[in-house]
């Protein structure tokens, strides 16, 4: 797809915040002295380096209590791929025995890619199904899962839809058979409360752009006493469990996003919920052939996926984006071909919806205001652009 138009209109509406988050002012303040004049390493001998040292064991407990977990079972990476990568690796590498992998068909490319890797790696790999609202059916999970299985991969929260799945019911399945369970919560951990102190989780992936930390900083949970070979293979930082020196203002930084999201949760679920209610139904009720994808209930209070037939999600994207408005399609930009979203496809919806899709991810930071801009904007350029298209003029027409 294009890049954005050349002219920056006069507001911005971040509706975007499934790609990512604008960084809260708060961590921003405790950030930068970081990158200025406290640029010591934590790894060194003296006095410099020990107090940015003992920042991050602070920001480690943070998060740790974000998660209801122990500061020792968090360890922080580059990202929230590198943690995926890291866990279903160490996994494989944990459980040589078994050559098996669960995964889902609608995995983000950082557990996806790296499960099609795996396979010509010659591991086998049983990517579930899910219906049409994006659910999972643990049947078929409970069957597909064996004792020759090394590990199970299974998102927490889909970033297209929001959708949310049993992990822990899975996460049960799979140590009933002996095999690791993992879990990506990028889009869940800041959103939803988490208490791994009481899970059947092995790993768990998250990553600071996410909940308002910079890009370029992500976390892996390693339950206690489960074994672990290093992705990142070079000094003791981390434990000895992720060599390479700390992205110590980034580290820092995430550590008070964690504490943020954990201190204003409930209040900030509540009103991020009704926000996103409210701005899906005004689109569902005004805009011509819009659907939503996925459940009403299951999914995380701050996505709304929907596909409006017969039209472009790009085209409605760049409409937006003149006025302002952030938002995302499912469909990835790949090398300039447009490939349909494999999560909507996965969840069958038709060819002439998948490519109408727009998703809409909200945060903190938005409010009323900018629902009601959205609300006005919207519906007259999906009104357009399907009179713009013979099928979607008809089916105007038609509905009259
Ligand atoms: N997993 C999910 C569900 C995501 O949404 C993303 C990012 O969009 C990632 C993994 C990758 O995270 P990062 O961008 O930190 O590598």
Same mark, same amino acid.
């Not at 983000?108 to 049409?132: G, I």
């Not at 308002?212 to 469990?241: C, D, N, S």
């Given at each position: 797809?294009?890049?954005?138009?050349?002219?920056? @209109?006069?507001? #911005?509406?971040?509706?975007?915040?499934?790609?990512?988050?604008?960084?809260?002012?708060?961590?921003?303040?405790?950030? !930068?002295?970081?990158?200025?004049?406290?640029?010591?390493?934590?790894?060194?001998?003296?006095?410099?380096?020990? /107090?940015?040292?003992? %920042?991050?064991?602070?920001?480690?407990? %943070?998060?740790?209590?974000?998660?209801?977990? /122990?500061?020792?079972?968090?360890?922080?990476?580059?990202?929230?791929?590198?943690?995926?990568?890291?866990?279903?690796?160490?996994?494989?590498?944990?459980?040589?025995?078994?050559?098996?992998? #669960?995964?889902?068909?609608?995995?983000?490319?950082?557990?996806?890619?790296?499960?099609?890797?795996?396979?010509?790696?010659?591991?086998?790999?049983?990517?579930?199904? #899910?219906?049409?609202?994006?659910?999972?059916?643990?049947? /078929?999970?409970?069957?597909?899962?064996?004792?020759?299985?090394?590990?199970?991969?299974?998102?927490?929260?889909?970033?297209?839809?929001?959708?949310?799945? $049993?992990?822990?019911?899975?996460?049960?399945?799979?140590?009933?058979?002996?095999?690791?369970?993992?879990?990506?919560?990028?889009?869940?951990?800041?959103? !939803? @409360?988490?208490?791994?102190?009481?899970?059947?989780?092995?790993?768990?992936?998250?990553?600071?752009?996410?909940?308002?930390? @910079?890009?370029?900083?992500? =976390?892996?949970?390693?339950?206690?006493?489960?074994?672990?070979?290093?992705?990142?293979?070079?000094?003791?930082?981390?434990?000895?469990?992720?060599?390479?020196?700390?992205?110590?203002?980034?580290?820092?930084?995430?550590?008070?996003?964690?504490?943020?999201?954990?201190?204003?949760?409930?209040?900030?679920?509540?009103?991020?919920?009704?926000?996103?209610?409210?701005?899906?139904?005004?689109?569902? &009720?005004? =805009?011509?052939?819009?659907? &939503?994808?996925?459940?009403?209930?299951?999914?995380?209070?701050?996505?709304?996926?929907?596909?409006?037939?017969?039209?472009?999600?790009?085209?409605?994207?760049?409409?937006?984006?003149?006025?302002?408005?952030?938002?995302?399609?499912?469909?990835?930009?790949?090398?300039?071909?447009?490939? $349909?979203?494999?999560?909507?496809?996965?969840?069958? #919806?038709?060819?002439?919806?998948?490519?109408?899709?727009? %998703?809409?991810?909200?945060?903190?930071?938005?409010?009323?205001?900018?629902?009601?801009?959205?609300?006005?904007?919207?519906?007259?350029?999906?009104?357009?652009?399907?009179?713009?298209?013979?099928?979607?003029?008809?089916?105007?027409?038609?509905?009259?």
């Amino acid at each position: 797809m294009s890049a954005a138009p050349a002219m920056r @209109p006069d507001r #911005v509406v971040y509706f975007d915040n499934n790609a990512t988050t604008q960084v809260a002012p708060e961590v921003l303040q405790e950030l !930068l002295p970081y990158l200025g004049e406290l640029y010591g390493n934590p790894s060194s001998m003296h006095f410099f380096g020990g /107090q940015v040292g003992d %920042r991050i064991e602070e920001a480690r407990a %943070r998060l740790a209590g974000l998660l209801g977990a /122990q500061p020792e079972e968090v360890i922080f990476s580059s990202c929230g791929t590198e943690s995926d990568n890291a866990a279903i690796r160490s996994a494989l590498d944990r459980n040589p025995g078994r050559r098996h992998i #669960v995964t889902t068909r609608v995995e983000h490319p950082a557990v996806l890619s790296l499960c099609r890797r795996l396979e010509e790696e010659r591991f086998r790999v049983t990517y579930l199904p #899910v219906d049409a609202d994006g659910l999972l059916d643990l049947n /078929q999970a409970d069957e597909a899962i064996t004792d020759e299985t090394a590990v199970v991969s299974v998102m927490w929260a889909n970033n297209e839809t929001g959708v949310l799945f $049993p992990v822990e019911e899975i996460a049960l399945m799979a140590k009933q058979r002996g095999a690791f369970f993992h879990t990506d919560a990028v889009q869940v951990i800041g959103k !939803l @409360p988490c208490n791994l102190a009481r899970s059947a989780v092995d790993f768990l992936a998250l990553s600071g752009h996410k909940l308002h930390a @910079p890009k370029g900083v992500g =976390a892996l949970y390693i339950r206690r006493g489960t074994p672990f070979t290093p992705f990142m293979i070079g000094g003791h930082q981390e434990y000895g469990l992720r060599g390479g020196t700390e992205n110590v203002a980034s580290i820092i930084a995430l550590g008070k996003a964690a504490e943020l999201a954990a201190t204003n949760m409930a209040e900030e679920q509540t009103r991020v919920r009704a926000l996103r209610d409210r701005l899906e139904a005004g689109i569902l &009720r005004t =805009a011509p052939g819009a659907v &939503r994808n996925g459940p009403v209930q299951e999914r995380l209070p701050n996505t709304s996926s929907i596909s409006f037939e017969y039209i472009e999600g790009e085209a409605i994207l760049l409409h937006l984006s003149d006025l302002g408005v952030c938002a995302s399609s499912g469909s990835a930009c790949t090398s300039g071909s447009l490939e $349909p979203s494999h999560v909507l496809r996965a969840m069958g #919806v038709p060819y002439t919806r998948v490519h109408g899709s727009l %998703r809409l991810s909200l945060s903190r930071y938005n409010t009323d205001d900018e629902v009601d801009y959205v609300l006005e904007q919207l519906p007259p350029i999906v009104r357009r652009l399907r009179e713009l298209s013979p099928v979607g003029r008809e089916e105007l027409a038609g509905h009259a």
